[in-house]
């Protein structure tokens, strides 16, 4: 609460304030929760629904005036009110609400932690609240004097109301401020008892329509409001008394004096006529210089990303070396990985977990779906259509066999499947090496799979078992066998990678699903599955940051959510198994969504590299695209990728705390790739025109994004 709220004072950014201030407010929700009784964490629940209310208006009301102003930079704006009246009073809404001013929301939630701490006898944390609640009237006071209420600033004259559709926004979340002020009982009744039932708690709050008890003191909203008006009308009073000593100040210092006008402690300023936010800042810095030297966040974060951008620039130029000698390295690697296969798997082996079984028409209608959509997406950007049969092949391929019974039937399918994509890259790829990789891949991967499907039961089982990991290892680009992938990638259209990553890929991983449940004895021991799998999870995540190619980092990212999907294969259990059902079908869409996502621009001649800027203002559809997608592939919700995620944080959980810290600084990694090309290739400022995507794109593009938020809305559509 307190770091967050001392840094807030201090900025001169508007959106950076803001976030700072958010850090504080956590702070209150941890507070109430970390208390421990039902009094409390219903109140840092409360103030997490309040937060989400006004802190939500508060950075709409700020990027409203970013929006017309062009920065956010307090010391270039002021007098903004005049200009942006209905801002302005959505702004002091949700400045009031965060400030804890009676009869807005935020001052329910916080006098419900203040009660919380007493009854607890956590005096200290209570004080410690109330003072940072102090502080945080004190930031938004200058925050709104700077941009609103002073004489104008250098930006403030390209100031304007913003249209309607934003201010609505703003409008509905200050509704919420005021609506859960005057009738908190709506929220804490139907919300925040019902999660404390489920807790095993007993609800402590009584709430009636003009106000709420709580067990250490009591606060109605009538009170409040006469509280309010009195305040007001004692400044007025203060105000209008000083008011003739300043018309005597300003006659004594003349007209030809330069003084602003500017009234503040009972007396006007010389000079410009406002106090500049730098100049605030200043002030509160010098004073407690010490403090934000050693706790400045900024330094750290900073030294934290340069390490992480070093580590991973060393692994990938270890990748790079491997690359270039691509063929002996994976043929030596494949070799490594099957030996250590044979000599930590028994000869004959048992079953990890009971099979369980499940139908694989997710899968299908996963494969199917994105085939489409990368057909819609070839469709409006090839030159050679008539290939477009080739593509609609090698999804039916991969449809049919996942849906036969037959091992040798299946396998001929999907390798057939897996021959035509070859054809695809051979004929379209820019880089003759990555091609013969891409052969060697197939053919190598099509052996091994093959031949230790077919051996069951005529060769021993450990062998059968180094055959498959290795196999599949290739096949699905895991770690250590994954250079062909971003080599290819890198060399074929967007949409024809995603041909190979959201349909071959994934109905080869479908096949493995196949024989996890006939078969449970191949990850008979777990420990070179699970060696595999967190492996690609933690090193694909760690070289997406090293990427500057957007096609390059997608298939890093392939690898790292494959490396997820195989660690439920690989633990099984209904946890894991439906994890990764759930997972490779929303991969198959998300995959999907987001090569096709970058074909038209491609295709329109923009670089995919992280040098293009601003480009969601010219390709809209393509980047809401992108970043539903983006979103999908980190298990965000609502979309669908959290409900599979979910269930392998879980079964990650119960494996124990090595293995979920190892997924979710995966995770975290992968959050900050993807929100590194969100903001730098996507967002930001542009200097083309808007671009008229084509209507089939858009239809792929919206299609996938209405399916990926059902799904997770209700994920028991796809699977139970």
């Not at 003084?259 to 004073?287: H, M, Q, Y």
């Not at 790739?673 to 858009?698: D, F, H, M, N, Q």
Request: charged letters at 10%; glycine letters at 12%; hydrophobic letters at 55%.
């Amino acid at each position: 609460m307190l770091v967050g709220v001392l840094y807030a004072m201090v900025q001169h950014d508007l959106k950076r304030l803001l976030a700072f201030h958010t850090v504080s407010q956590i702070g209150y929700m941890m507070l109430g929760l970390g208390l421990s009784t039902s009094l409390g964490i219903a109140a840092g629940l409360l103030h997490c629904l309040n937060h989400g209310l006004f802190k939500g208006g508060l950075f709409l009301c700020a990027g409203s005036v970013e929006k017309v102003t062009g920065t956010r930079d307090m010391d270039r704006l002021g007098g903004l009110g005049k200009r942006m009246p209905r801002t302005m009073i959505l702004w002091l809404i949700g400045a009031a609400s965060i400030s804890g001013v009676p009869l807005f929301s935020g001052f329910v939630s916080k006098w419900l932690i203040y009660n919380a701490a007493l009854e607890a006898g956590q005096v200290i944390p209570a004080i410690a609240a109330w003072f940072v609640s102090l502080l945080t009237v004190f930031s938004f006071l200058k925050a709104t004097s700077t941009v609103f209420l002073s004489d104008e600033g250098p930006d403030s004259a390209k100031g304007r109301e913003v249209p309607w559709t934003m201010v609505a926004g703003g409008t509905v979340l200050a509704a919420g401020s005021i609506l859960f002020g005057l009738a908190p009982q709506v929220a804490v009744n139907y919300l925040i008892n019902p999660i404390l039932l489920s807790f095993g708690l007993a609800p402590v709050i009584h709430v009636s329509w003009m106000g709420l008890t709580a067990g250490s003191g009591s606060w109605f909203s009538t009170v409040g409001l006469v509280m309010v008006l009195l305040a007001l009308g004692v400044g007025l009073l203060i105000y209008f008394m000083a008011m003739p000593m300043r018309r005597i100040l300003l006659a004594a210092k003349g007209p030809a004096s330069g003084t602003s006008g500017v009234f503040s402690g009972g007396e006007p300023l010389d000079g410009p006529a406002r106090l500049p936010s730098s100049d605030f800042s200043l002030i509160i810095k010098n004073s407690l210089a010490p403090f934000y030297t050693l706790a400045d966040p900024d330094r750290y974060y900073l030294a934290f990303w340069r390490a992480l951008l070093r580590g991973s620039n060393i692994l990938q130029r270890g990748v790079s070396f491997m690359e270039r000698h691509a063929i002996v390295a994976i043929v030596v690697l494949t070799l490594i990985l099957g030996s250590l296969s044979v000599f930590f798997s028994p000869a004959g082996g048992n079953a990890v977990s009971p099979s369980i079984q499940l139908s694989v028409w997710p899968i299908q209608f996963g494969v199917g779906l994105a085939c489409l959509a990368l057909l819609f997406t070839g469709y409006t950007i090839l030159k050679e259509r008539r290939i477009l049969f080739l593509w609609a092949s090698t999804g039916l391929l991969c449809i049919l066999g996942l849906g036969v019974e037959g091992h040798f039937i299946r396998l001929l399918l999907l390798e057939g499947a897996a021959f035509t994509a070859l054809a695809l890259v051979w004929q379209a790829s820019e880089d003759r090496a990555a091609s013969r990789v891409y052969l060697l891949t197939i053919i190598l991967s099509a052996v091994m799979t093959v031949g230790g499907t077919l051996g069951m039961g005529s060769i021993q089982n450990n062998l059968v078992i180094a055959l498959l990991v290795a196999g599949f290892s290739l096949k699905l680009a895991l770690v250590p066998l994954s250079l062909w992938l971003p080599m290819v990638a890198k060399a074929i259209p967007a949409p024809l990678i995603g041909l190979v990553v959201a349909v071959v890929d994934v109905a080869a991983f479908g096949e493995l699903l196949i024989l996890r449940q006939s078969s449970p004895w191949l990850f008979d021991p777990m420990q070179v599955w699970l060696a595999i799998a967190l492996l690609s999870a933690l090193g694909g995540a760690i070289l997406m940051l090293a990427q500057q190619d957007l096609k390059r980092m997608l298939a890093f990212s392939t690898i790292e959510d494959i490396g997820y999907l195989i660690f439920g294969v690989t633990v099984g259990g209904e946890l894991g198994l439906g994890g990764a059902y759930l997972g490779l079908a929303v991969h198959a869409l998300a995959k999907a969504l987001l090569f096709s996502s970058l074909a038209f621009v491609e295709a329109d001649g923009i670089p995919l590299t992280l040098n293009a800027r601003g480009l969601m203002t010219r390709y809209p559809w393509s980047g809401m695209g992108f970043l539903v997608g983006a979103l999908a592939m980190l298990g965000l919700p609502p979309l669908a990728g959290f409900a599979a995620r979910w269930q392998l944080y879980e079964v990650a959980t119960q494996m124990g705390l090595p293995f979920l810290g190892a997924l979710l600084l995966a995770s975290a990694f992968a959050v900050l790739a993807y929100t590194r090309v969100i903001a730098l290739y996507w967002w930001g400022p542009t200097e083309g025109s808007r671009k008229r995507e084509p209507v089939l794109l858009a239809v792929a593009l919206g299609g996938i994004c209405i399916v990926l938020l059902s799904i997770g809305l209700w994920p028991g559509l796809l699977i139970g």
